[in-house]
């Protein structure tokens, strides 16, 4: 039964899939040549320096901030009961779907949207019902909207999504292969970069890992401000606030109260695009770190590491899909320009064109280091193209998406022709170290320094897919971790699959000593209580891998498995009372799921545990 599997109980199985989505650019303005250490230092980078929102920051700049708030940025997650989304539900929508055999309905109720998922069983009773207000919308609109709904204080995402492409409601993506109800978790490496400043559910130890995700999003209210604003590209504003009504003049003529991207090196300017943009095959947030720590003006390493596994010849052309920055790299723009081309060289954030409007604005930009007779197409061939003289229509195309996620799909490489190969330097940008991954915002010119615990972390989401490329590496760089970072439940979670993976006589035990230590180590991981609770059954300590699952349960009140687990074993050692209460908590929490239903079902006939 799928709730029996436990996800990671194989070796290594279970790698972060990192969602990274629409967020923030620098800026308005073109970056300034120069590396790294030719920024100025901005005071309010300090870990210290307190957010003051957006509206603060338009009462001095109100045209500015009128402009933003136009963009899909600006407009990145509105309320469910705004006007915009409420206009979508004229009348109650309703949908089957027959793959997973679930009946949706969305409709108007006061000022507020709802969304209903139900059951019938072959006579149309109704198995189960349940409905949620949707709290938050998430999207900008040119591809859509998901929606968010509140439990407990948490937030989960609602199982329609409405696409504007077709104008319909439809499965939200994920959906499509299993049901998972109103129960499907909002962590926060995914919202960080929809939302102005989300709030996440305190508690865990390392947000990132190949065995679980960040915290939910789990606070009242959850967000401190909606839509990405100004301090998710300036830096928190309270500083430059207090300065400027002061009247304080800034000292040696620029103002270090508030970054200014424009006034960046390239590098440091375009990091503030990269942790939305720049998904990456690997990221690994830095020890102690999470994504709130990061400042803009900062260099994002100090934060997140973002890995590449290196171009080889001959292999498949990677994806534009969120690597804009490595697409921008891999340009014979961005080698001619000696690295001053960055996000801010061509786009303003504070501003977003589209139609003919924008094919001039990007042409503009364009020929700042072009000519018109750069352009060997003739010029009537030129006009035909919608937009005419469309210099990004061409050298920049777009993937046409219907999904919500993801819809950014330019090609940031710039080729020259479609069927332009990649530059020889292409295939030579992994550093000694690593040898195998392209570190791709280490800090250029500077000794880059990666501790082992890092890299295990960005090997462990690589080897699932590419075994034979980084397993090595993986067990490798897992011999280090343990030895500089002996107090990590991360390690210790790691070091029990290993164990199970060898199948040495003694692995099982070792593998409970392991994961053992890690609770002891508060891991929040709720794999390690699903795996050691498991490996405690299987020796035959069942009332000890209850109580490790209970407490896993306590973590994670929304995953079946612990519900599933902890009433098989209750059944198997006679305590059906004690697996009928199990069950019944798990569906007042999950009843979409088919499986806690089928045990359910299983305990009231009388059949044995599984």
Known sequence: MRFL??????????????????????????????????SPIYRNTAPGVAYAGSKACAQCHQEVYDQFTRTGMGQSMARGSDSSQIDKVSSPVNLFDQKIDRHFSVYRKGSDLYQSEYELD??????????YRLAYAVGAGEAGYSYLVERDNYLFQAPLSFYSKTGSWELSPGYEMRDQGFS?????????????????????????????????????????????????????????????????????????????????????????????HQAGDARVLRPGKT????????????????????????????????GHYFGMRLSECFAKSGGKLGCITCHNPHQELKGAQAATYYRSKCLTCHTLKSCTLPMPSRLKTQPPDDCVGC?????????????????????????????????????????????????????????AIVLFDAYAQLAPGHPNLYLSRYLATLQEAEQQNPDDPFVFSALAQQALAEHKPDAKEQAIRDLSRALELGSKYPVDYLRLGELLRESGEIPQSISILNRGLALAP????????????????????AAAEVLKRG??????????????????SGSPAP
């Open 587 to 604: 569906l007042e929490e999950l009843p979409e799921n088919d499986d806690l239903r089928a045990l359910s079902e299983r305990l009231e």
């Open 184 to 276: 499907r978790p909002i962590f926060m490496q995914c919202i960080v970069c929809h939302a102005g400043r989300p709030s996440p559910a305190a508690g865990a130890e390392r947000p990132s890992s190949p065995y679980q995700t960040d915290p939910f999003v789990g606070a009242n209210p959850p967000f401190e401000q909606l839509a990405i604003g100004c301090e998710n590209c300036h830096g928190p504003g309270a500083l430059h606030i207090r300065e400027r009504q002061a009247g304080t003049p800034p000292s040696g003529g620029t103002d270090t109260s508030i970054v200014n991207p424009a006034k960046l090196s390239p590098e440091l300017s375009s990091q503030i695009c990269m942790p939305c």
């Open 395 to 451: 050298h920049m195309p777009k993937q046409n998406l219907t999904a919500v996620s993801h819809a950014a799909l330019t090609d940031h490489r710039i080729p020259a022709r479609p069927d332009e190969p990649y530059p020889d330097w292409a295939f030579h940008l992994a550093t000694p170290q690593p040898a195998d991954l392209v570190h791709i915002d280490a800090v250029q010119g500077q000794p880059d320094s990666l501790p």
């Open 122 to 131: 072959a006579s149309g009773k109704k198995v189960f019902e349940q409905t």
């Open 558 to 577: 929304f995953d079946a498995s612990f519900y599933g687990m902890i009433a098989a074993e209750e059944m198997g050692s006679g305590d059906k009372a």
């Open 291 to 322: 994504m709130a720590d990061f400042r803009p003006g900062t260099p994002l390493d100090e934060t997140l590491a973002i890995f590449q596994m290196p171009l080889s010849e001959g292999a498949p052309t990677p994806s534009p899909l969120l």
């Open 5 to 38: 599997a436990a996800p990671g109980m194989t070796p290594i199985k279970g790698a972060l899939a990192v969602i990274a989505v629409l967020a923030c650019c620098p800026g308005a303005g073109k970056a300034s040549a120069g590396k790294l250490g030719s």
